[in-house]
């Protein structure tokens, strides 16, 4: 294969050309390098000689005529010597024939269509076409909530079960441990302890294990029977015309006392605005600032009184899940290693693994991916660019030595198993926004601003922001700590805003402002009032009539033309 390979290689041939003009009484001789097999054109390296060497124009035609009957001379020269070298290499035989025919055939085959590989949808594309249409055709959508209803319960029972045998042996073990302690140096010495430490730990990793393979073989089998349903309804919803209804063929046995959309709201307050950007272009978008508690935006199903209780937002979730109208929320985490184990983030990673994940991979497999490319991410960090203007020398010189992720870094992961968001997007934050003094270029507010820049590029037309920058309420959020940082969001949020829609992409219709459960009303109400006067509000004109005004008003219009009429008598 070498020497089939240096065949290709190009050689370089020296292009003479002789003119003689009234000015120079001798010829003058002009060489050019041409690499050949040439693959330019003639007449342009004609016109670059013409220009290099200053040429009159008045030989460009013979100049070119010359130059063409060169590269053709030499390129028949190149290869005939090609044929003649390969000729003898293989009588030679340095060159083995199959290694020819290898060459050939591989060369054959990427060329012709028909031996390629064909590249059609995937399975999972094939499964969310398939699962699109059968959430959009009417009860069947009931089928789905029960079915991924009952996996759930499946699943939360088990994790009940392996949390009571965990704190069953945790409190066994414990009291061992302190039997232990007690007799040291009397029945049990160091090394007893130490033993029996160690016993302890391989016993809770055991028991750990045992019931998280459990848990994985559970959760596979119901993702494989799930996507077996789906397929299986959708073929023969079309075999029957979509008269098949797919509730008595569920995959597993749903006893349903009923099922019921809920009332009740997610939220303690909310108001509602509807604002226009720009000055030419108008564009209208929805903003919403609510106070909640982030979790329950998350959980997936609620059981009241034994009946199956779903949220309206639930159901608008499933219906946009293969969509162009995704929804994104916001979530802030205070470590920088993708270790979801304490605060927050453990409590959002349990939502996530308390049921089965139907369409995309498991929250653990999505940070393991991850953390595999963080590496990467991290040194594409230390590339200078657009965002390191923006950054202090220190605080950029930094984000360049650490690696791991930094103040106001994002990382994204998708769930279909959350009860109103599709994605969620995790920034990694620090003590200081406990500070009343960030500005527009804290690392925060950056990531902000990548996040909108992502939402419109990527169909995410719903988004929730955390006004405050942080899930829960502290003693050192006063009254004044609230509106200014209520007020750098809004503005900063706002801005972005029409930067993302200046880039193109699809319109962020709907942004969401979060506050955290349990703030009061008279503060609630106070940045209910902010949102009008940062951004534009639509405000529609009001007409006020009525019967007994309009009676008035034609009494007064006779009785002051018979005044008139009078005065001119």
């Known amino acids: 294969m070498n020497g089939v390979k240096d065949y290709e290689k190009k050689h370089q041939k020296t292009f003479c050309y002789t003119i003689s003009t009234l000015n120079i009484p001798d010829t003058y001789k002009i060489e050019v390098p041409v690499h050949i097999p040439f693959e330019g054109s003639i007449d342009e390296l004609s016109h670059r000689i013409i220009n290099g060497f200053n040429l009159p124009l008045n030989v460009i035609e013979e100049l070119s005529s010359e130059l063409q009957k060169f590269v053709e001379k030499c390129t028949i020269d190149f290869y005939d010597c090609q044929t003649v070298d390969a000729i003898e290499s293989i009588r030679n035989e340095s060159i083995e024939v199959e290694d020819i025919v290898k060459y050939w055939e591989k060369a ?6 028909s031996f390629t590989d064909n590249k059609g949808p995937s399975n999972d594309q094939l499964f969310g076409t398939a699962f699109h249409k059968l959430a959009h055709s009417g009860p069947s959508l009931d089928a789905i909530l029960h079915i991924e209803y009952g996996y759930a319960q499946a699943v939360q029972d088990i994790m009940s079960r392996k949390c009571r045998q965990v704190t069953s042996l945790t409190k066994t073990q414990t009291e061992e441990m302190n039997y232990a302690m007690d007799g040291l140096n009397k029945y049990t010495t160091e090394d ?3 033993a029996l430490a160690l016993k302890h730990f391989d016993d809770q990793t055991l028991l750990q294990g045992k019931w998280n393979s459990r848990l994985d073989t559970l959760k596979q089998e119901q993702r494989t029977g799930y996507r077996e349903w789906v397929m299986k309804t959708v073929e023969e919803m079309q075999g029957v015309d ?53 979790l329950n935006l998350l959980s997936l199903t609620l059981e009241e009184n034994g009946t199956v209780v779903h949220h309206p937002q639930r159901l608008q979730t499933v219906l946009e899940l293969y969509s162009q109208d ?34 995309f991979n498991s929250l653990q497999d999505q940070l393991e991916i991850i953390k595999s490319d963080l590496k990467v991410a991290v040194e594409n960090r230390k590339c200078k660019g657009p965002v390191s203007n923006f950054l202090s020398p220190e605080l950029q010189a930094r984000r360049n030595k650490s690696k791991l992720l930094q103040c106001g870094d994002v990382y994204i992961t998708k769930h279909s198993n959350l009860a109103s968001v599709h994605l969620v997007f995790h920034m990694v934050i620090d003590d200081s926004l406990k500070s009343g003094d960030i500005n527009s270029r804290h690392p925060v507010i950056l990531g902000l601003r990548n996040i909108l820049k992502t939402a419109c590029s990527y169909d995410i037309t719903m988004i929730t922001i955390p006004l405050f920058l942080t899930h829960e309420m502290t003693e050192d959020m006063t009254v004044p700590w609230c509106q200014k940082r209520a007020e750098l969001v809004l503005k900063c949020v706002k801005g972005f805003m029409i930067e993302s829609v200046s880039l193109g992409g699809s319109e962020l219709k709907t942004i969401q402002f979060l506050v955290p459960k ?20 639509s405000t529609p004109l009001v007409f006020e009539s009525s019967e007994p005004e309009i009676e008035s ?17």
Not at 518 to 537: D, K
């Open 108 to 113: 054959f085959q990427e060329e012709t269509f």
């Open 192 to 194: 007893d302890i130490n």
């Open 242 to 294: 979509g008269l098949y209804s797919p509730i008595g063929n569920s995959p597993i046995n749903i006893v349903t006392n009923g099922f019921t959309i809920s009332n009740m709201s997610l939220y303690d307050m909310e108001e509602s605005f509807t604002i226009h950007l720009g000055s030419q272009m108008k564009s209208t978008h929805n903003i919403r600032i609510m106070s909640a508690d982030t």
């Open 326 to 359: 995704l929804k994104g929320l916001v979530l802030f985490i205070d470590t920088n290693n993708l270790d979801f184990y304490s605060g927050l983030a453990k409590e959002f990673f349990d939502i996530c693994d308390g049921s089965t994940e139907f369409h």
């Open 518 to 537: 349990g703030i009061s009303e008279e503060v609630f109400g106070i940045l209910a009032t902010m949102v009008p006067t940062i951004f534009r509000v």
């Open 553 to 569: 008003q034609t009494k007064n219009k006779k009785s002051s033309k018979s005044k008139r009429n009078s005065k001119s008598k």
